[in-house]
């Protein structure tokens, strides 16, 4: 058998005068709309993963004030045809500071803020499944304590 594991990723949803950031980003199936996200690091934290990604993509420092939920999701690539399953955890957070001089990441077009119509009348370019699903799951009220997620010291380095 052959071994499996799913990509663990993590994204935030991050809400300003009922604007909420997402960042446009080329993919391998053209430009794309997503919240700011990325893959799990080794030797970080999710909460840790989440910060350091949309500082990457956005040049926000931000803080995760609750896990917004956990999803799964199998995805396969038009362009590729590689078939991949994402476990993907969600964070509501809010921006500590913006540093309008940070690069973004390579491959992200802009950064920007919309409001929930803008976003669902773009669905055909999500980046995700969950994109619209985040923001309709944050809307509705969801928020679960970050003490819901516990990372054993061994998993982040310089803890051991």
Not at 48 to 70: F, I, K, N, Y
Not at 109 to 131: E, N, T
Request: charged share 25%; hydrophobic share 40%; glycine share 6%.
């Amino acid at each position: 058998m052959d071994y499996w594991k799913p990509n663990v990723t993590v994204a935030a949803v991050i809400e300003r005068d009922g604007r909420f950031l997402l960042v446009e980003e080329e993919t391998t199936d053209g430009l794309r709309l997503n919240q700011p996200a990325g893959h799990l690091d080794p030797g970080e934290s999710l909460a840790q993963a989440v910060a350091r990604e949309t500082l990457e993509e956005t040049a926000h420092h931000v803080e995760a004030v609750a896990l917004l939920g956990a999803y799964m999701s199998r995805y396969r690539s038009e362009a590729t045809g590689i078939d991949v399953t994402y476990l993907r955890f969600a964070f509501v957070c809010r921006v500590v500071l913006h540093d309008a001089e940070r690069l973004l990441d390579t491959g992200i077009v802009r950064a920007l803020w919309l409001d929930a119509d803008d976003v669902r009348r773009r669905a055909d370019i999500h980046r995700s499944p969950f994109v619209m699903r985040a923001i309709d799951d944050y809307l509705a009220g969801r928020r679960y304590p970050l003490e819901a997620i516990y990372t054993h010291p061994s998993c982040v380095y310089g803890n051991v």
